[in-house]
């Protein structure tokens, strides 16, 4: 049977979500069809707008936000001797709900990669080496996660920083190797944080 154009077009978009196959897909597609009103589908379509209108990375950590600079950056009770170097804003939100860490982060959007064409050049590098020389930092805690990509772009950033005086610490092993952050749970990463190691 072929399906309505309309109805293909959706299921086609939500099958380039990760992890959603054709048959995922469509049953989102048909629940849309199915439950939403028009005005039902308006909001969930402005909704998504906004988010490509609002969201934007903050100009001085790297983390998305919606307002000129992120809720982290703007708190003046947080360590300013502490910045924790991360993958993905989706590592600060998880590193967030342990509730250990009360520094700084600074987020890279991405990892070096050879295999993938991605260098130092491709991923937020050029606006960290200012804040670690500017901001009284005493300590870098690179937590990036433990794939090949992650212990690449760790080793690199601690290449960077050895010639300066400050401490550099890669996050403790009690997360699993191979393993992204942002699957970790609280537990883990707070005594990972807790168990981090200079480098």
Same mark, same amino acid.
């Given at each position: 049977?072929?399906?309505?154009?309309?109805?293909?077009?959706? #299921?086609?978009?939500?099958?380039?979500?990760?992890g959603?196959?054709?048959?995922?897909?469509?049953?989102?597609?048909?629940?849309?069809?199915?439950?939403?009103?028009?005005?039902?589908?308006?909001?969930?379509?402005? %909704?998504?707008?906004?988010?490509?209108?609002?969201? !934007?990375?903050?100009?001085?950590?790297?983390?998305?936000? &919606?307002?000129?600079?992120?809720?982290?950056?703007?708190?003046?009770?947080?360590?300013?001797?502490?910045?924790? =170097?991360?993958?993905?804003?989706? @590592?600060?939100?998880?590193?967030?709900?342990?509730?250990?860490?009360?520094?700084?982060? !600074?987020?890279?959007?991405?990892?070096?990669?050879?295999? @993938?064409?991605?260098?130092?050049? @491709? #991923?937020?590098?050029?606006?960290?080496?200012?804040? #670690?020389? @500017?901001?009284?930092?005493?300590? /870098? =805690?690179?937590a990036?996660?433990?794939?090949?990509?992650?212990?690449?772009?760790?080793?690199?950033?601690?290449?960077?920083?050895? &010639?300066? &005086?400050?401490? /550099?610490?890669?996050?403790?092993?009690? %997360?699993? /190797?191979?393993?992204n952050?942002?699957?970790? &749970?609280?537990?883990?990463?707070?005594?990972?944080?807790?168990?981090?190691?200079?480098?």
């Amino acid at each position: 049977m072929i399906l309505p154009n309309a109805l293909e077009e959706l #299921i086609t978009e939500f099958m380039k979500f990760p992890g959603i196959g054709r048959k995922t897909a469509e049953r989102y597609a048909m629940y849309i069809v199915n439950n939403f009103s028009v005005e039902n589908t308006e909001k969930f379509g402005n %909704v998504l707008l906004n988010i490509k209108k609002l969201i !934007h990375n903050c100009p001085n950590c790297g983390l998305i936000t &919606d307002q000129e600079l992120c809720q982290v950056c703007e708190d003046t009770q947080r360590d300013k001797s502490l910045l924790m =170097i991360v993958e993905s804003s989706k @590592d600060v939100f998880s590193i967030e709900k342990s509730g250990e860490y009360k520094g700084f982060y !600074h987020v890279l959007n991405g990892v070096i990669s050879p295999m @993938d064409g991605k260098g130092p050049e @491709d #991923i937020n590098l050029s606006t960290l080496w200012p804040r #670690i020389t @500017d901001n009284n930092i005493k300590e /870098v =805690i690179i937590a990036t996660s433990s794939t090949q990509e992650g212990e690449t772009t760790s080793l690199y950033i601690n290449r960077v920083l050895k &010639d300066v &005086d400050i401490l /550099v610490s890669r996050i403790g092993y009690g %997360v699993p /190797v191979g393993l992204n952050l942002e699957y970790a &749970d609280e537990l883990t990463l707070s005594k990972a944080i807790e168990n981090r190691k200079k480098m």
